[in-house]
């Protein structure tokens, strides 16, 4: 069964790092796309930037460069996304999903509620 | 405010259908056969269900469809069930120096 295991909640506070994983299981890391797509409160779907494992060729999305790191490990299946300096616009859900051509979402980790608070 | 248009809202009552619109550019929609869509419960991660306009994944019942005609896409979700109940997002290729841009959501209420 193709799985995608994310970290925990984090409750951070403005001007901390922080950084995120998204564990893969059931299936060849290295030959699809993972994807972030933040979800901020009561909002829609936006993907930050795509990675693909296998030569980590990453791309990010406009509102996204600058702002944070995406990455893998191929030896242990799992991406991540970090940030050096968090803000209050950061407070968000985080999903990261799995994808055969970097536009589809075939399947979904259980997303990552990151909470940016004074 | 999201690259593609969706309506805030729809209902029907159980057995009916509904209609689901989401409205791009022809730098989006109208610009290639490749619109998705999601279907999110309340706390639950997005769900693929429609891809490249009108393929279903296996396992998404077939009273799901999708269709395109110019600019617009539309998901039809037949023979309402209660378990449709669920945010419903649309997404669209738009091209190799950008990024798969998503419809604001539509919350889909069955009577």
């Known amino acids: 069964e193709v799985q995608l295991v994310q970290s925990g909640a984090e409750v951070k506070k403005p001007g901390e790092s922080l950084k995120i994983s998204c564990k893969a299981s059931?299936?060849?890391?290295?030959?699809?796309?993972i994807a972030w797509v933040r979800q901020m409160p009561g909002k829609g779907l936006e993907c930050m930037g795509i990675?693909?494992?296998?030569?980590?060729?990453?791309r990010y999305g406009p509102s996204s460069q600058g702002q944070v790191t995406i990455s893998a490990d191929k030896s242990i299946s799992t991406a991540y996304l970090q940030w050096t300096s968090l803000t209050a616009s950061d407070t968000a859900i985080y999903y990261c999903?799995?994808?055969?051509?970097?536009?589809?979402?075939?399947?979904w980790g259980q997303g990552t509620l990151v909470t940016v608070s004074s | 405010q999201s690259a593609l248009t969706q309506p805030r809202s729809v209902s029907g009552s159980p057995g009916q259908s509904v209609t689901i619109s989401c409205t791009g550019t022809?730098?989006?929609?109208?610009?290639?056969?490749?619109v998705s869509w999601y279907q999110q419960h309340p706390g639950k991660a997005p769900k693929l269900m429609i891809y490249?306009?009108?393929k279903r994944p296996s396992g998404v019942p077939d009273r799901f469809s999708g269709s395109k005609s110019g600019n617009t896409a539309s998901l039809t979700i037949s023979g309402l069930q209660a378990e449709d109940e669920a945010d419903y997002y649309c997404?669209?290729?738009?091209?190799?120096?950008?990024?798969?841009?998503f419809g604001g959501g539509t919350k889909l209420t069955v009577l």
């Open positions: 022809s730098s989006d929609v109208g610009g290639y056969n490749y």
């Open positions: 997404s669209s290729y738009a091209g190799d120096y950008t990024f798969e841009v």
């Open positions: 990675i693909y494992p296998d030569d980590s060729d990453t």
């Open positions: 059931g299936y060849r890391f290295t030959s699809f796309w």
């Open positions: 490249d306009v009108s």
């Open positions: 999903a799995k994808s055969s051509n970097g536009r589809v979402f075939e399947v």
